[in-house]
Protein backbone atom coordinates (compact mmCIF):
# COMPACT_ATOMS: atom_id res chain seq x y z
CA UNK A 1 0.00 0.00 0.00
CA UNK A 2 1.15 3.26 -1.11
CA UNK A 3 0.35 6.95 0.60
CA UNK A 4 -1.36 9.42 -1.88
CA UNK A 5 1.15 12.22 -0.78
CA UNK A 6 1.32 15.28 -3.77
CA UNK A 7 -1.11 16.26 -6.16
CA UNK A 8 -0.21 19.22 -8.62
CA UNK A 9 0.57 20.86 -11.55
CA UNK A 10 3.40 21.24 -13.90
CA UNK A 11 3.68 25.24 -14.92
CA UNK A 12 4.73 26.82 -17.85
CA UNK A 13 7.55 28.05 -14.75
CA UNK A 14 8.82 24.50 -14.18
CA UNK A 15 9.84 23.98 -17.86
CA UNK A 16 13.44 24.59 -19.15
CA UNK A 17 14.47 25.49 -22.44
CA UNK A 18 13.53 22.28 -24.10
CA UNK A 19 10.07 22.39 -22.59
CA UNK A 20 10.07 19.86 -20.57
CA UNK A 21 10.12 19.98 -16.28
CA UNK A 22 13.20 21.06 -15.39
CA UNK A 23 15.03 18.50 -12.37
CA UNK A 24 14.72 21.17 -9.78
CA UNK A 25 11.14 20.96 -9.94
CA UNK A 26 11.16 16.92 -9.61
CA UNK A 27 13.19 17.25 -6.63
CA UNK A 28 10.90 20.34 -5.33
CA UNK A 29 7.78 18.04 -5.62
CA UNK A 30 9.30 15.37 -4.12
CA UNK A 31 10.65 16.83 -1.65
CA UNK A 32 7.07 18.53 -0.64
CA UNK A 33 5.51 14.37 -1.10
CA UNK A 34 8.41 13.69 1.46
CA UNK A 35 6.93 16.23 4.36
CA UNK A 36 2.86 14.95 3.48
CA UNK A 37 4.45 11.42 4.41
CA UNK A 38 6.65 12.75 7.49
CA UNK A 39 3.25 14.49 8.66
CA UNK A 40 1.57 11.12 8.15
CA UNK A 41 4.29 8.89 10.15
CA UNK A 42 3.49 11.44 12.87
CA UNK A 43 6.87 12.92 12.61
CA UNK A 44 4.59 16.87 12.13
CA UNK A 45 6.21 20.65 11.84
CA UNK A 46 5.06 21.41 15.38
CA UNK A 47 6.18 17.32 16.57
CA UNK A 48 9.77 18.06 15.22
CA UNK A 49 10.11 21.72 16.34
CA UNK A 50 8.70 20.95 20.22
CA UNK A 51 11.16 18.01 20.37
CA UNK A 52 14.34 19.57 18.35
CA UNK A 53 14.81 16.62 15.86
CA UNK A 54 14.38 16.84 12.44
CA UNK A 55 15.48 14.18 9.26
CA UNK A 56 18.27 14.99 6.91
CA UNK A 57 18.50 13.00 3.76
CA UNK A 58 21.61 11.38 2.94
CA UNK A 59 20.94 9.87 0.25
CA UNK A 60 18.70 10.62 -2.80
CA UNK A 61 18.33 8.39 -6.72
CA UNK A 62 16.33 9.82 -8.79
CA UNK A 63 14.81 7.52 -11.95
CA UNK A 64 13.24 9.52 -14.60
CA UNK A 65 11.16 7.72 -16.83
CA UNK A 66 8.55 10.25 -18.68
CA UNK A 67 8.65 13.82 -19.83
CA UNK A 68 6.08 16.02 -17.98
CA UNK A 69 4.97 19.20 -19.86
CA UNK A 70 3.33 22.57 -18.86
CA UNK A 71 -0.40 21.62 -18.02
CA UNK A 72 0.49 18.06 -17.02
CA UNK A 73 -1.52 17.03 -14.27
CA UNK A 74 0.65 15.02 -11.82
CA UNK A 75 0.59 12.98 -8.16
CA UNK A 76 2.73 11.15 -5.98
CA UNK A 77 2.21 8.22 -3.90
CA UNK A 78 5.12 7.29 -1.29
CA UNK A 79 5.85 3.76 -0.13
CA UNK A 80 7.85 3.39 3.79
CA UNK A 81 10.47 0.88 2.70
CA UNK A 82 12.21 0.20 5.65
CA UNK A 83 13.08 1.93 9.17
CA UNK A 84 15.76 0.98 11.62
CA UNK A 85 16.79 2.21 14.82
CA UNK A 86 17.98 6.27 13.82
CA UNK A 87 17.26 6.04 9.65
CA UNK A 88 14.09 5.82 7.06
CA UNK A 89 14.06 4.70 4.06
CA UNK A 90 11.31 5.48 1.29
CA UNK A 91 10.22 5.78 -1.85
CA UNK A 92 8.11 8.21 -4.15
CA UNK A 93 6.59 7.97 -7.45
CA UNK A 94 5.33 10.70 -9.59
CA UNK A 95 2.59 9.73 -12.16
CA UNK A 96 1.05 12.07 -14.84
CA UNK A 97 -2.48 11.76 -13.80
CA UNK A 98 -4.06 12.43 -17.56
CA UNK A 99 -1.67 8.93 -18.78
CA UNK A 100 -1.45 7.11 -15.84
CA UNK A 101 2.16 6.52 -16.75
CA UNK A 102 5.06 6.56 -13.97
CA UNK A 103 7.16 10.03 -14.88
CA UNK A 104 9.81 9.61 -12.13
CA UNK A 105 10.53 7.67 -9.42
CA UNK A 106 13.35 8.68 -6.34
CA UNK A 107 13.91 6.31 -3.74
CA UNK A 108 15.51 8.05 -0.17
CA UNK A 109 17.16 7.94 2.50
CA UNK A 110 16.84 9.87 5.87
CA UNK A 111 18.98 9.80 9.20
CA UNK A 112 16.67 11.25 12.20
CA UNK A 113 18.52 13.91 14.56
CA UNK A 114 18.61 15.82 17.62
CA UNK A 115 18.66 19.69 16.29
CA UNK A 116 20.58 21.20 18.85
CA UNK A 117 23.34 18.53 19.17
CA UNK A 118 23.37 18.10 15.45
CA UNK A 119 23.77 14.54 15.72
CA UNK A 120 21.61 11.08 14.96
CA UNK A 121 19.12 9.91 17.35
CA UNK A 122 16.91 6.97 17.91
CA UNK A 123 13.24 7.59 16.73
CA UNK A 124 10.88 7.49 19.26
CA UNK A 125 8.75 4.23 20.28
CA UNK A 126 5.60 5.75 18.90
CA UNK A 127 6.72 6.39 15.73
CA UNK A 128 8.54 3.70 15.08
CA UNK A 129 5.54 1.21 15.54
CA UNK A 130 3.72 3.86 13.81
CA UNK A 131 6.15 2.91 10.45
CA UNK A 132 6.15 -0.53 11.78
CA UNK A 133 2.42 -0.49 10.93
CA UNK A 134 2.72 1.17 7.66
CA UNK A 135 5.12 -1.91 6.65
CA UNK A 136 2.90 -4.44 7.62
CA UNK A 137 0.64 -2.78 5.34
CA UNK A 138 2.64 -2.60 2.24
CA UNK A 139 3.70 -5.69 0.21
CA UNK A 140 7.13 -6.75 0.61
CA UNK A 141 9.86 -5.18 -1.87
CA UNK A 142 10.19 -7.33 -4.24
CA UNK A 143 6.44 -7.06 -5.07
CA UNK A 144 5.84 -3.21 -5.52
CA UNK A 145 7.77 -2.84 -8.56
Known amino acids: MS ?4 KGTVYPWHCDHMGHMNVMWYVGKFDEATWQFFNLLGLTPASLR ?5 LVAVHQEISYRKELLAGDVISISTMLK ?3 NKTIRFE ?3 VNDETQEVAATT ?3 GV ?3 TILRKSCPFEPHLRDRA ?3 LREMPPENESS
Open 107 to 109: NLT
Open 82 to 84: EIR
Open 3 to 6: LATY
Open 132 to 134: QEL
Open 50 to 54: NASRG
Open 112 to 114: YID
Open 92 to 94: HTM
